[in-house]
């Protein structure tokens, strides 16, 4: 499985001292790309455990579609995606 991960922020985020959960004591980084606390985990990753191999997926308002084509500007093609909601509609 792949998951189409759109960033706005460029550049580093430094993790500072207070970033470290009291309770926990650690900090979890995300590694999804899903989480509302970025870049920090949140759990959110749960969604994805019944992804199948080689589909891949992008998350819009917590709902889940399938990547049908990915077009980018280095395809000589605007950017856009072809999407499928994971109904298959």
Known sequence: MTRLVELEANGPRKLEPS????????VAVCRCGLSESFPFCDGSHRRTVDEEEGTTYVYEDGERSIVEEVLTREDGADESVDREDSSGN
């Not at 970033?19 to 650690?26: E, T």
């Open 19 to 26: 970033d470290i959960d009291d309770q926990k004591g650690d």
